[in-house]
């Protein structure tokens, strides 16, 4: 069994195999390598796969944890800290996808939607190491983002060795992960290309599912039409990239597909999640709300034990996640080495609370008794829970005019606060925000974000929410205080005429203490820098509104615009 060469990390002798073949059934090859104690006796392996290069991961054994902003952070190593991997008695396996890196094979579109299942390949993955010398036949799986992903599509086809899960900020709808409230986000760019501090997908043999899909001159009739778009017309790269797709196939497909349906429906883990029964953790961070709600739908999916753990702002974690190992080695030390260390006598739900720091537990999401009330915008900025009395000609509405980046460089922002808590005010959930509001285009975008303000001046960010105009219609999943949008089609907007659009607000846990207030700001772009977007990649911001836009908002006793929030309620003894 002894086949491995041995490298120094910090001190300890750890040995390595690489450029393993493991084949699948459609006898295509991936390759993977393996980092292991020399001690040469079968272990508990733990399995990362993603199309980022395994080489890549290996960088987390020559230098310290990266965070933001450091130069040196790179939002691809997510494969885990190989030495402490290896130091707690676990074979590292990391594996490059059909497609990618060193692996043979296609991979067509983003999670290869329209070719081989990426979790039929990790089924059979996952089966090859099971049957190595070096494995005792227990298999977890290991890392983040993209990696967290794959183990959800993998977990869904039920390999009979794979034992359990721990999956920290995964990605579940991909619609959502790239169109936030109808709103293109770039970062899915980045880790697509490689810019603003990722090294992105290591490019093989990976082709645009458009192209599969179309021919060249249906192709060139659809570039066409969404070019049409003036907010697509005015930012130069999308121009680029849709005029010449070669080496950008998967952020083509993305911009290509600004509407919800099979295109993203087609293998979403949200919907396989109902698959799965085996052990699963799921951990996220609060900061980037989208990716907490689809942590969120694949917790209510599953079948089998699980645990949901919503953690501190900010969003980023360090390149290689250290700050989640020692949560997933208690769970894999339980479900993987037979030890009872207690972890499943615990309750399932922990959630950080911002503001007042503290931990609260439940079996269920939320974790508190939620009342929702609103918070109503008023005259002169403000938010009171008490709705407007006057009429419009009284309570005139709140205006910002937005000319387009193309023109400057200035981001108009409309905000409202509430007064000086006067106590401690805990609020856990989602919410929603209703806008009363009228412009003169056919559609812009509204984005809010809620801070948490500071008697000193120091803020922040609680939850954000985003809509595309054109994209205000809800559907029958919509409750109070917890909005749908179906994003199947875009209905333009008439402009003068007063329309109510419903904002989501992402999931989120947060105590006002005593001199603090709630602030909202609106705005139709962000900022180019602020308090929380120095916080994530460069690329981490939503297109902009590439037309000018005149906005009213309107918040008098007709148009009662307002937040509806999840004020939580305790009973006796809490």
């Known amino acids: 069994m002894a086949d491995f060469a041995t490298v120094d990390a910090?001190?300890?002798?750890?040995?390595?195999?690489?450029?393993?073949?493991?084949?699948m059934r459609d006898g295509v090859t991936l390759v993977a390598d393996t980092y292991s104690d020399v001690a040469d006796i079968p272990r508990p392996a733990l399995v990362a796969l993603s199309p980022y290069g395994k080489e890549l991961q290996a960088l987390a054994l020559t230098m310290p944890p990266q965070r933001r902003p450091s130069p040196m952070w790179d939002g691809c190593i997510e494969a885990g800290d190989i030495a402490r991997v290896v130091e707690e008695g676990y074979v590292h396996v990391i594996g490059d996808l059909r497609g990618s890196g060193g692996s043979g094979g296609e991979m067509i579109g983003n999670y290869n939607a329209g070719g081989v299942p990426l979790g039929q390949d990790a089924y059979d993955f996952i089966e090859w190491v099971a049957e190595q010398p070096w494995c005792n036949g227990k298999v977890g799986m290991i890392g983040i983002s993209y990696f967290g992903s794959m183990q959800v599509l993998a977990a869904a086809e039920r390999p009979p060795h794979l034992a359990a899960i721990f999956v920290s900020g995964g990605h579940y709808d991909f619609y959502e992960t790239t169109?936030?409230?109808?709103?293109?986000?770039?970062?899915?760019?980045?880790?697509?290309?490689?810019?603003?501090?990722?090294?992105?997908?290591?490019h093989t043999n990976v082709k645009s599912r458009m192209?599969?899909?179309?021919?060249?001159?249906?192709l060139r009739k659809l570039v066409d039409e969404r070019l049409r778009d003036p907010d697509v017309a005015a930012w130069p790269n999308l121009v680029h990239v849709l005029r010449y797709p070669k080496n950008r196939e998967f952020w083509f497909d993305i911009v290509m597909n600004n509407l919800d349906g099979d295109w993203y429906c087609e293998r979403n883990p949200v919907t396989l999640a109902p698959n799965i029964d085996i052990p699963v953790y799921l951990q996220i961070d609060q900061g980037r709300g989208w990716t907490l709600d689809g942590?969120?739908?694949?917790f209510d999916a599953l079948r089998g034990p699980r645990k949901l753990d919503i953690g501190p702002y900010p969003p980023m974690q360090s390149r290689p996640f250290v700050e989640e190992h020692d949560k997933m080695f208690r769970w894999y030390e339980y479900w993987l080495k037979g030890i009872d260390n207690g972890i499943m006598d615990e309750p399932a739900v922990s959630v950080f609370v911002e503001g007042t720091r503290e931990r609260v537990t439940a079996d269920q999401w939320p974790p508190r008794g939620v009342a929702y009330r609103p918070l109503y915008l008023r005259p002169r900025h403000k938010l009171s829970p008490d709705p407007e009395p006057m009429g419009a000609q009284y309570a005139a509405p709140d205006g910002f005019y937005q000319a387009p980046l193309t023109v400057t460089d200035e981001v108009t922002i409309l905000s409202w606060s509430t007064a000086p808590f006067e106590e401690p005010t805990e609020l856990i959930g989602t919410g929603a925000a209703h806008l009363f509001a009228e412009i003169d285009q056919d559609d812009t975008n509204f984005i809010l974000r809620l801070w948490d303000a500071a008697p000193d001046g120091g803020r922040q960010l609680i939850t954000t929410g985003y809509l595309k105009a054109s994209h205000r219609e809800l559907d029958d999943r919509t409750t109070e205080g917890n909005p749908y949008h179906p994003h199947t089609r875009s209905v333009p907007v008439q402009p003068g005429v007063i329309e109510e659009y419903v904002l989501r607000l992402y999931p989120f846990a947060a105590t006002f203490r005593p001199g603090h207030r709630l602030v909202a700001e609106l705005s139709n772009d962000e900022p180019l820098a602020d308090d929380h977007n120095a916080l994530l990649p460069p690329d981490a911001f939503h297109l902009p509104v590439g037309r000018a836009v005149t906005h009213k908002i309107y918040r008098d006793a007709a148009h009662p615009s307002r937040l509806v929030l999840p004020f939580t309620t305790r009973t006796a003894g809490e």
């Open 295 to 298: 942590t969120l739908e694949v």
């Open 179 to 202: 169109y936030h409230g109808g709103i293109m986000w770039f970062m899915p760019r980045a880790a697509r290309e490689g810019r603003g501090g990722d090294s992105g997908i290591a």
């Open 211 to 218: 192209q599969q899909v179309h021919s060249p001159e249906e």
């Open 10 to 23: 910090g001190g300890r002798r750890i040995a390595v195999r690489t450029d393993l073949e493991v084949p």
